[in-house]
């Protein structure tokens, strides 16, 4: 696997690709099953939107960041080590990871409430970026991508932050928040994919499976680019 210098996407998707592996070990079975490498059930409903009813598989990936790493490196390693640690040779996987990064740091599940209220004050009455990795498996190859969408939130209120972690949905989402839920409440405005928000950008699986020679079921309803 490597990676080589890819397409320039229209700014509001910021959409790299690496140049997929250019063989696959020869006997190799290649499977139409689709393995989705995460327990997030938000990207297992986006996929089904879309037509696949992926066999779920979560790996057992450590997501710290190493130090210095720079957000768009991390989800792209770690998305990658996901798909490794579960997909094996000759099947077809997928597994992303997102970040939410504010002043260059990236924010990941807070899983506290104090962690996610002082995320949230810290996103109120900004813009921040989502970045989204995917990588994805077929026929001997993986490639591998990023995407980026910049969301605005209106200011928050203390007492509002505090109802909205009281209610538990931010602790298991980057950035503490859900757009698909009660914390699309927060947001004023989307630059890009929102899919991508939500966990996983499938206009963008799509053509890195299609770069790979893969055909999904059918094309999703909505837009993801």
Not at 51 to 65: A, K, L, S, Y
Not at 118 to 138: F, K, N, Y
């Amino acid at each position: 696997f490597f990676r080589t210098a890819g397409w320039t996407i229209p700014r509001t998707r910021r959409l790299r690709w690496p140049r997929p592996r250019p063989w696959s070990r020869e006997g190799e079975q290649v499977s139409g099953h689709l393995v989705l490498a995460s327990g997030s059930p938000r990207r297992l409903t986006l996929l089904r939107s879309a037509g696949f009813e992926p066999e779920v598989r979560v790996p057992p990936v450590d997501e710290t960041p190493l130090a210095g790493e720079d957000p768009s490196a991390m989800v792209q390693r770690l998305a990658l080590a996901k798909l490794h640690s579960v997909v094996v040779a000759g099947e077809t996987g997928l597994a992303a990871d997102t970040a939410v990064v504010v002043d260059g740091e990236g924010l990941g599940k807070p899983l506290v409430p104090d962690r996610a209220q002082q995320m949230l004050r810290l996103l109120s009455g900004r813009t921040h970026e989502v970045v989204g990795g995917i990588a994805v498996r077929h026929g001997g190859r993986d490639a591998v991508g990023v995407v980026t969408t910049r969301v605005s939130f209106r200011e928050l209120s203390d007492d509002e932050i505090r109802v909205y972690v009281a209610s538990g949905e931010p602790l298991d989402k980057a950035g503490g928040y859900a757009i698909q839920g009660g914390g699309g409440r927060l947001v004023t405005e989307v630059d890009g994919c929102r899919d991508n928000v939500i966990g996983l950008s499938l206009g963008a699986a799509l053509e890195l499976f299609s770069i790979l020679g893969f055909q999904p079921p059918s094309r999703p309803g909505g837009s993801s680019l």
